[in-house]
Nanobody
Framework: QLQLVESGGGLVQPGGSLRLSCVAS????????MSWYRQAPGKERELVAA????????NYADSVKGRFTISRDNAKKTVYLQMNNLKGDDTAVYYC????????????WGQGTQVTVSS
């Protein structure tokens, strides 16, 4: 069964940290570009961070550079998002995405996990 299951969201004070996890099943995780997106109320979904299938060349939205780190463990079929120095603007639902282009493409989404940054 194809699944992307996020966890690790919650309520945190400004300046705090959270680590999101996304566990994949039902497809070839190691062939996928893995990304984290977020959507705040009233706003469009935006790309936060992405990492290649090999786990190198991560890229980040300007708003999170230097604060967030994306990583992946292909053996565990898991992608992580370490979020430090969180700000109120980081409040959103965070979604995990798995994507592959080419002859056998796919584009899968998780159900999302809520992150709320508030004092």
């Amino acid at each position: 069964q194809l699944q992307l299951v996020e966890s690790g969201g919650g309520l945190v004070q400004p300046g705090g940290s959270l680590r999101l996890s996304c566990v994949a099943s039902g497809f070839t995780f190691s062939w996928s570009v893995m990304s984290w997106y977020r959507q705040a109320p009233g706003k469009e979904r935006e790309l936060v961070a992405a990492v290649t299938a090999a786990g190198n060349s991560p890229n980040y939205a300007d708003s999170v550079k230097g604060r967030f780190t994306i990583s992946r463990d292909n053996a565990k079929k898991t992608v992580y998002l370490q979020m430090n120095n969180l700000k109120g603007d980081d409040t959103a639902v965070y979604y995990c995405n798995a994507r592959r282009s080419g002859s056998i493409p796919w584009d899968y989404w998780g159900q999302g996990t809520q992150v709320t940054v508030s004092s």
